[in-house]
């Protein structure tokens, strides 16, 4: 099958799923503009690393940093804490030296693709990321940002969001301006609270989740 064929047939694929889920929402006496935009909010769902760097993933990654993308393995220490990629990189380096490289996940699906700030660590020379998706994936695609952008995670915008089919544009445009950072916590407090990878390794040890690459 062509790729085009091939993505025609994943655009109608989308958009059943999409009509399904808004008429779902209307016979439960939703209103119509509102089960459609719930209906649209799956474009979030089944979010992957990318397959391969694709030339619309390169065009993505262009737009956000001048830096070349590349897919690193989850490789987390036993203690490394939930949703704490900076400060997992802080606490390696206690022993293992080298510096925080700040830059970006990117996800993607067949319609929607998206940039999530995150932190590994680097020597100069090596990589590693010491941090778990809580999904169980196990290779990211990371783009490291820009040089001025090297400061603290928070210099990286929270998502970077871009739809891959015009129809969901102006929806996901509007979306991106409620992204906003979580109330301030405290590095101790986040790092008390979060849970850690073996406590996670704990609770899925029968479970084999993970996002399956799409582009």
């Known amino acids: 099958m062509g790729k085009k064929s091939k993505a025609k047939r994943e655009a109608k694929q989308a958009l059943k799923a999409e009509r399904q889920v808004s008429q779902s929402f209307k016979s439960l006496g939703v209103p119509s503009w509102l089960g459609d935009m719930l209906a649209m909010e799956n474009i979030f769902n089944d979010l992957d690393t990318p397959r391969a760097i694709t030339e619309q993933v390169s065009r993505f990654c262009s737009s956000i940093s001048s830096e070349t993308p590349f897919y690193i393995d989850s490789d987390p ?34 319609v929607y693709i998206e940039a999530e700030r995150h932190a590994i660590w680097n020597d100069g020379e090596s990589f590693r990321d010491v941090s778990f998706v809580a999904d169980g994936t196990v290779k990211v695609l990371f783009l490291p940002d820009v040089a001025e952008k090297q400061v603290d995670l928070t210099s990286n915008k929270l998502k970077i969001r871009k739809a891959l089919n015009p129809k969901y544009e102006e929806f996901v445009a509007t979306r991106s301006l409620i992204d906003v950072d979580l109330p301030p916590c405290s590095p101790e407090e986040a790092w008390n609270i979060s849970q850690t990878y073996e406590q996670w390794q704990g609770r899925n040890l029968h479970k084999h989740s993970g996002r399956g690459s799409v582009v």
């Not at 925080?100 to 996940?105: D, E, H, T």
């Open 77 to 110: 220490e036993p203690w490394s804490r939930d949703g704490c990629c900076d400060l997992n990189v802080m606490e390696f380096m206690k022993e293992n030296g080298g510096r925080v490289l700040y830059g970006f996940r990117i996800w993607c699906n067949d």
